[in-house]
């Protein structure tokens, strides 16, 4: 299948200027008192919409116990079902029983509704081995379903398969060893399963996020993509190419509005490559006739929100919903510069849902309207 892969380049972000910048977030009260919660995604259909259900969408989030430096939340991270409710967020507990997962910790994907309102779909990362003495960074994207039941006191799943992989990297497309240094943001990619249907074939393809093998760089961050049918994946080639750019093009995702595909991911300053343009922390996105390109970057540049400059870490891990409204988390919140040790880390970490914003799209610019 023929895939005209985007490279985003250090032109584009070289472009980047003061424009597309969210407004600044004051401090926020978790929603969670005694747990931090980032990345977190509502349920959806199989159309990309999110689900209405009674009360507010579902919502499935990353979460760890409060500790003293928030960075090792990755190390222990379970999926936790909520509901956003307009009166405040409900709590379920965590989403997979403490067996299930056979790595040692839980991070992002996606979950899925099927048609008959009951069957739950959830396309996730796995991260580490199981009974590990210290976290490694093996990276599995797997797929699982159980029951979904609601009734008046809130939302239950049972029932979970046992989780398969759904591909595993061939170091012809995408790359397998995925320690890179070893530190927060060097490490490779492969994560963040996103299914979506082709509209006019009905094909379902998975997006994630991924890392080019055989480079030179150690800025080698892909957007990968593969086919899958009859339940068998086969990759495809990466629908962006950031080699010599950026490390992390993190959970990718796309929207359809009008007749357009637009794909949006996150990334941050401090894994743009060290010699080039460093684009803020922020959303960036491209936009397509067809689902598998040719893309262009959104506002020339690709960046579609930006952190403000006065707070350039108050916020990460954006999605955009199919009513064009962005969910992130508050990170570090009303600081200027990184935080020098654990103790001002975690005194602005937020860890909790950022205000919302709103998107409007025209064709190949975006702009924050709310």
């Known amino acids: 299948m023929d895939i005209d892969t985007f490279h985003w380049t250090a032109a584009h972000v070289a472009a980047i200027g003061d424009g597309h910048r969210a407004p600044m977030i004051d401090k926020l009260v978790p929603v969670l008192p005694g747990t931090d919660l980032w990345d977190h995604w509502p349920i959806i259909d199989r159309q990309g919409r999110t689900v209405d259900f009674p009360g507010g969408p579902l919502v499935i989030a990353l979460t760890a116990p409060v500790m003293p430096d928030p960075e090792a939340r990755h190390a222990v991270a379970r999926l936790r079902l909520m509901q956003k409710r307009p009166e405040g967020w409900l709590d379920f507990g965590n ?44 990276q599995r994207m797997l797929l699982t379903c159980a029951t979904l039941e609601l009734s008046d006191a809130g939302a239950t799943v049972h029932g979970w398969t046992a989780p398969r992989d759904m591909f595993l990297p061939d170091d012809r497309l995408y790359q397998s060893d995925m320690t890179g240094g070893g530190a927060v943001g060097t490490i490779k990619a492969f994560r963040d399963p996103f299914p979506v249907i082709h509209p006019t074939t009905g094909e379902e393809f998975i997006l994630f996020s991924a890392s080019k093998p055989g480079s030179t760089s150690d800025w080698n961050g892909l957007i990968g993509v593969a086919r899958r049918e009859g339940g068998v994946c086969t990759f495809l080639p990466p629908l962006v190419d950031a080699d010599g750019l950026n490390n992390e093009l993190e959970r990718p995702h796309v929207v359809r509005h009008g007749e357009r595909f637009y794909l949006f991911w996150s990334t941050q300053a401090k894994v743009f490559a060290s010699d080039g343009p460093k684009g803020p922390n922020g959303l960036y996105g491209a936009v397509s006739d067809d689902l598998l390109g040719p893309w262009r970057p959104l506002n020339g540049t690709g960046l579609v929100v930006g ?64």
């Open 307 to 370: 952190n403000p400059a006065e707070a350039p870490f108050q916020a990460y891990s954006w999605l955009v919903l199919d009513d064009l409204s962005v969910w992130s988390f508050a990170d570090l919140v009303g600081v200027a510069t990184p935080p020098r040790d654990q103790a001002e880390a975690r005194s602005a970490f937020a860890g909790t849902p950022a205000p919302v914003l709103q998107l409007a799209l025209d064709d190949d610019s975006s702009r924050i309207i709310a």
């Open 95 to 138: 989403l997979l029983p403490d067996d299930l997962n056979p790595g040692s910790r839980e991070w992002a994907g996606t979950a899925v509704l099927d048609e008959d309102g009951k069957t739950l779909w959830l396309y996730y990362t796995s991260a580490g081995v199981r009974g590990e003495a210290e976290p490694t960074f093996v």
